[in-house]
């Protein structure tokens, strides 16, 4: 899967990535945790003054990373192999935790969820940019149809937002649309 990630998903979803970079609202010296690293596509984008950290379960994905980030030269994003839904970090280490395109195609999205919001500072950004159930009726019903055989190539496509961030004790600032088409979105929460 690792050598046709960025060629299926990369330009089509990469408005969704400068757009959630942006909304982290990254300040000098914050520390970023990137859950589902992949291949490394977002490396270049974060700012030179933070300190990335990005994760992931598979080596022949974070392969890719480490050959993106040492042709990209990217000094402040360290790589390392590890479950989403154990991470093996300190409460409240990262300013900002970001799951791009990951929460639907883990085998636990709320245990992933609530380990992002453990390891997130008090007052920090949780970020997750992600396709959840549609409100429009027919394309939720068309979502939920799909939803038996989409499991079998690892992609949960009817996962539902409100129960979702409910179930993970998020606190949602803003949710947008972002991509074309609009089916994906960039939710933005905090950590109390």
């Not at 590890?82 to 900002?96: E, G, Q, R, W, Y």
């Not at 883990?106 to 950004?125: Q, W």
């Not at 009726?137 to 949960?156: C, L, Q, Y």
Request: contains cysteine; positive net charge.
């Amino acid at each position: 899967m690792a050598w046709a990630y960025d060629l299926t998903f990369g330009p089509a979803l990469h408005p969704g990535r400068v757009d959630a970079i942006r909304r982290m609202g990254i300040k000098p010296g914050d520390r970023v945790l990137e859950v589902g690293v992949g291949t490394g596509i977002n490396a270049a984008l974060y700012p030179r003054d933070c300190s990335v950290t990005g994760i992931d379960f598979s080596s022949s994905m974070l392969e890719k990373a480490r050959d993106r980030v040492a042709r990209k030269e990217v000094r402040n994003v360290r790589l390392l192999q590890m479950d989403a839904a154990n991470l093996k970090f300190a409460d409240d280490t990262f300013d900002i935790v970001y799951a791009p395109y990951v929460i639907s195609v883990v085998p636990d999205p709320i245990a992933v969820a609530r380990e992002m919001r453990r390891v997130c500072r008090p007052g920090g950004r949780i970020i997750i940019l992600n396709h959840f159930r549609s409100k429009n009726p027919v394309m939720a019903w068309f979502e939920r149809i799909i939803s038996p055989f989409t499991v079998h190539i690892g992609f949960k496509s009817d996962l539902d937002l409100p129960a979702f961030v409910a179930q993970a004790e998020l606190k949602p600032l803003s949710i947008e649309k972002v991509n074309v088409p609009r089916i994906w979105s960039l939710v933005t929460c905090t950590k109390d």
